[in-house]
């Protein structure tokens, strides 16, 4: 072997090396290095002087405890809490889930199909001849546009659309094009569902045991996210759509105002219990704790639903890389 | 020894705020910052915790104790577990917020560094 291409396949080694490792720079890692110090410091001396594990319980611990059967008739202290003593913190958290979800709709939210002309390409004439009179687009242009409208499903994709891999040969080399999984995780999952769905339905019917409506809201999530991986956008689309979970949301919001609300109407307290309260261990017994856990399932499940499958759904930006700068240069022009 | 709970939580925090101040990079202040939630979510479990203790469920209590005794000490804070529980739901959409942000600014800008995001340029 030559010299010369000893020394190509270093240079071609050491530059694979620097790609694998991390070449991001740290910036003033040492005054960083000294806030943290300062800032555990600070936190291990908070710490040293926190509650350990001999404590008595907190007073509004002990008094949930003590209200949960005989108020509430539920022996689950911890929904009695969520939905029952501190139901308006989690009045007010439901709304910040919800404020959550309408930045993520509005900030993923799709190029949307024009409704009308309003006249703002003539208006930007003098402008457009002034900066760039030939606006004719280029090859790379047409290729990126192409790629939008093949995302956004206006134009079949080049070659037959491949559903399942399940005719594909194994140690076919990547991509992969199909949607779906194979038939062997299709089925797994088949099985698997409907006793997700069914366990997420039981924690919150069941509110005198562990559970409710936040946890049963991330298992409905977790179960069409399930659908969504094993087989594809295309089938799950049906269902997760805009226009049908979006006031799902809605409802689930207005029926937890609507439960505060009408306990401020027939018992004069925000929150108040204003249903009739079913014996101990029956899935009616929290009364109105359990229509909040029911609702906030509807929300929670519905909120995140919209949030996750909106990241999934971000289209591409298929417009190239600028050629000539280096990786991570200024702003698009 | 709860103590060495809350000091991994004040571990975690300071690992999450040295990515925090020290890197540029977008996603990796969004995984600092999910870092720290994820440390008080550590600590708030851990403060729920009693030498000894059962879950906070009253029925059934163990052998030998009723409800009113749980209350007293031998049952793990309910609060601070509702506390967590409502914290994981909100954190995961304000991670999702975080996120969708990120990819906004990585298809305008075409970088993910935070030092080159600067609106007010060209």
Not at chain 1, 241 to 249: H, K, V, Y
Request: aromatic share 8%; proline share 7%.
């Amino acid at each position: 072997m030559t010299r010369t291409s000893l020394r190509e396949r270093s240079a071609v080694s050491h530059a694979a090396a620097r790609e694998a490792t991390e070449c991001e720079p740290r910036h003033r890692p040492w005054l960083g290095a000294l806030l943290v110090a300062g800032v555990a410091a600070a936190l291990g001396v908070a710490m040293a002087g926190m509650p350990r594990e001999h404590a008595t319980l907190p007073l509004i611990a002990r008094y949930a405890l003590e209200i949960a059967i005989p108020r509430w008739k539920l022996t689950e202290p911890v929904n009695e809490i969520v939905y029952g003593t501190r139901g308006f913190d989690t009045f007010g958290e439901t709304f910040l889930l919800l404020a959550a979800v309408v930045s993520v709709v509005v900030i993923t939210r799709p190029r949307e199909p024009r409704r009308g002309y309003f006249g703002e390409s003539a208006a930007g004439t003098r402008e457009q001849q002034q900066y760039d009179p030939d606006p004719a687009s280029d090859a790379a242009e047409q290729e990126a546009r192409s790629a939008e409208r093949r995302e956004q499903g206006e134009q079949a994709p080049s070659g037959e659309p491949v559903e399942t891999p399940d005719a594909t040969p194994l140690g076919t080399p990547a991509p992969e094009t199909a949607e779906a999984m194979t038939v062997v995780v299709r089925n797994a999952i088949r099985v698997v569902l409907p006793i997700l769905a069914v366990a997420g339905l039981y924690l919150v019917a069941w509110g005198f045991s562990p559970g409710g409506g936040f946890p049963g809201g991330a298992v409905i999530l977790g179960v069409l996210l399930l659908v969504y991986a094993s087989y594809g956008r295309r089938k799950i689309s049906k269902v997760i759509r805009p226009g049908l979970i979006e006031p799902l949301e809605l409802a689930g919001a207005g029926l937890i105002i609507m439960t505060e609300f009408l306990g401020l109407a027939f018992k004069g307290s925000f929150s108040a219990n204003w249903l009739p309260l079913a014996p101990v261990l029956t899935p009616l017994s929290g009364g109105v704790a359990q229509l909040f856990s029911a609702a906030e399932l509807i929300e929670v499940g519905t909120g995140l639903t919209i949030v996750v499958f909106a990241l999934l759904g971000m289209s591409h930006d298929w417009a190239r890389d600028d050629q000539g700068e280096p990786r991570g240069g200024g702003p698009k022009r | 020894m709860i103590l060495g709970n809350y000091l991994t939580a004040v571990a975690l925090f300071c690992v999450g705020l040295y990515v925090l101040l020290t890197r540029r990079n977008l996603i990796k202040i969004v995984m600092g910052l999910s870092l720290m939630e994820a440390s008080t979510y550590l600590f708030m479990v851990s403060l729920a915790y009693r030498a000894g203790s059962t879950a906070p469920v009253l029925v059934g209590p163990p052998a030998g104790k009723t409800a009113k005794q749980l209350a007293h000490g031998n049952v793990a804070d309910p609060v601070l577990q509702n506390f967590c529980l409502t914290a994981v739901v909100i954190g995961v959409a304000v991670t999702a917020v975080f996120l969708s942000v990120v990819v906004r600014i990585a298809q305008h800008y075409r970088t993910l560094d935070a030092d080159k995001v600067r609106a007010m340029r060209g």
